[in-house]
């Protein structure tokens, strides 16, 4: 089975590190993961801030193709929402070898999936440019809280 890694690193070789290596069967999932968020939020010595995506949501039918553009939900309240581009990385995987871990015991196990193992070989890396807006959501304030920073 193919699976997605998505990232705004050129890798010559995948990881799997402590957390794990995320992956995806659908090249939409793998497009969220091109921007990096300290990027987008231009901010250092944080914690707490959460991100979710509108393209979450989509029907997995929708998924199947690159993105080309996605909302940005955060729970920073003072943050001022713009519109960006990202470049990056969509890495294909050969997952039939492998042992794979639902995310978290996360109900979105058919979205996403991670490897703890060895280094990974991908078979394709393809380069890609999405577009994304930034937008505050009030639920992901009330479920997080505001975002604050270390000292």
């Known amino acids: 089975m193919k699976m997605y890694h998505g990232s705004p ?5 995948l990881k799997s590190g402590k957390s794990g290596l995320f992956l995806t069967p659908h090249k939409g999932i793998a497009c969220l993961f091109i921007p990096d968020s300290s990027k987008v939020f231009k901010i250092k ?6 991100t979710d995506y509108d ?6 039918s929708k998924l199947k193709h690159i993105l080309k553009s996605f909302i940005i939900y955060h729970n920073y309240s ?3 929402d713009y519109s960006g581009t990202s470049e990056g990385y969509i ?3 050969e997952t039939s070898n492998l042992k794979l871990f639902d995310y978290e015991k996360n109900p979105n196990s058919d979205r ?3 490897y703890f193992g060895n280094d990974i070989i991908y078979l394709n890396k393809e380069k890609i ?8 959501n009030k639920k992901l304030l009330k479920k997080y ?5 270390k000292k």
């Open 9 to 13: 690193k050129n890798f010559k070789i």
């Open 145 to 149: 809280g505001e975002v604050k920073f």
């Open 55 to 60: 393209a979450w949501y989509f029907e997995n």
């Open 112 to 114: 996403e999936l991670v």
């Open 45 to 50: 010595n944080y914690h707490n801030l959460y």
């Open 129 to 136: 440019q999405v577009k994304w807006k930034t937008e505050f």
């Open 78 to 80: 003072e943050f001022k």
């Open 91 to 93: 890495y294909t995987i």
